[in-house]
Nanobody, 126 residues
Framework: QVQLVDSGGGSVQAGGSLRLSCVAS????????MGWFRQPPGKEREFVAA????????HYANSVKGRFTISRDNAKKTVYLQMNSLKPDDTALYLC???????????????????WGQGTQVTVSS
């Protein structure tokens, strides 16, 4: 089992940057694929980015491609989401997630996550 703790959210102006972190404890972090999701106010949760267990494979939602970067440090049991050129539409509760199946992300990167962080709020003002 894996416990996830998200942090790094905050309030920024459009065009600014934030780096989110998600620290894992418990089971073997390096055997899990990791993802970031977000839930805007009043909307459904949506996929943002995912990274394979090795860090070799990444996937991004079209809305964040070129602006956000997901990375991981298996020694620190931490996954990061570097967010640049933030827009008001990026305002949401951001949650990290983990899954042990298909850790290489050879199939869908957007589903099947079984462990979730509590979320960290990101607010972008215009």
């Amino acid at each position: 089992q894996v416990q996830l703790v998200d942090s790094g959210g905050g309030s920024v102006q459009a065009g600014g940057s934030l780096r989110l972190s998600c620290v894992a404890s418990g089971d073997t972090f390096s055997s899990y694929a990791m993802g970031w999701f977000r839930q805007p106010p009043g909307k459904e949760r949506e996929f943002v980015a995912a990274i394979s267990w090795s860090g070799y494979t990444t996937h991004y939602a079209n809305s964040v491609k070129g602006r956000f970067t997901i990375s991981r440090d298996n020694a620190k049991k931490t996954v990061y989401l570097q967010m640049n050129s933030l827009k008001p539409d990026d305002t949401a509760l951001y949650l990290c997630a983990a899954r042990s199946w298909d850790a290489d992300l050879t199939r869908s990167a957007r589903s099947g996550y079984i462990y979730w962080g509590q979320g960290t709020q990101v607010t972008v003002s215009s």
